[in-house]
Structures are given as structure tokens and as C-alpha cells.
């Protein structure tokens, strides 16, 4: 499995960004879809998931802001992110875990928010 990650960029606090994850096959073979990120100095965290029944989950610090959700016909996951935060900079990594239970994870794109 080969996921894509695009769309990150520098971008001015309260602005948006759209990402996206383009997979090499269909998202609907996944059990689990996210996306994750890591600033510098800190630790991978979730940032917001979507299962395949569409239920989604996100980290506190996104709750309002952020919104992920799944585009079958183009086998992404996308990540639409408003009123971006100085603190929203970061890489962002698409995951996807399989009925397996196999995760998967793409390259990273870079998020930058100015203040």
C-alpha cells in the first residue's frame, strides 16, 4: 500500500489548508484511516481518524476546527484544517490500518502556521 500525502504549505494563523491522502487502492479496504503529526521535539500524535463506517474521532486540540473525511471515488482521505494555529505546525502523516490490522503510513507533509 503507497499513500500520498499532499497540501501542506505556509500559511498565516486563521487561515486553512486542505490535505490529502491519495492511496494506491481503494480507502474502502481499510478498517481505519487518519492522520497524524509531529512537530519538532514532540512525539507523533493523532490528529483525527475515520473509520470505514464513517465514524470519526479527533484530538481535543482540533475539535472545531478540523475536519477529516473520506473521498471513495479518488481512494483519499482528506483533512481540512481552519483557524490554524502557530502550534498546528508541524508534518502531517496519512495512516491507514487494514482488517489485519496492519498500519501503513505515507510521507509526511509539512504544515507551517506564522503568527
Known amino acids: 500500500v503507497q499513500l500520498q500525502a499532499s497540501g501542506g504549505g505556509l500559511v498565516q494563523a486563521g487561515g486553512s489548508l486542505r490535505l490529502s491522502c491519495a492511496g494506491s487502492?481503494?480507502?474502502?479496504?481499510?478498517?481505519?484511516m487518519g492522520w497524524y503529526r509531529q512537530a519538532p521535539g514532540n512525539q507523533r500524535e493523532l490528529v483525527a481518524a475515520?473509520?470505514?463506517?464513517?465514524?470519526?474521532n479527533y484530538a481535543d486540540s482540533v475539535k472545531g476546527r478540523f475536519t477529516i473525511s473520506r473521498d471513495n471515488a479518488k481512494n483519499a482521505v482528506d483533512l481540512q484544517m481552519s483557524s490554524l494555529k502557530p502550534e498546528d505546525t508541524a508534518v502531517y502523516y496519512c495512516?491507514?490500518?487494514?482488517?489485519?490490522?496492519?498500519?501503513?503510513r505515507g510521507q509526511g507533509t509539512l504544515v507551517t502556521v506564522s503568527s
Open positions: 487502492r481503494s480507502m474502502l479496504g481499510f478498517n481505519e
Open positions: 475515520i473509520t470505514r463506517a464513517g465514524s470519526t
Open positions: 495512516s491507514v490500518i487494514d482488517w489485519n490490522g496492519n498500519r501503513y
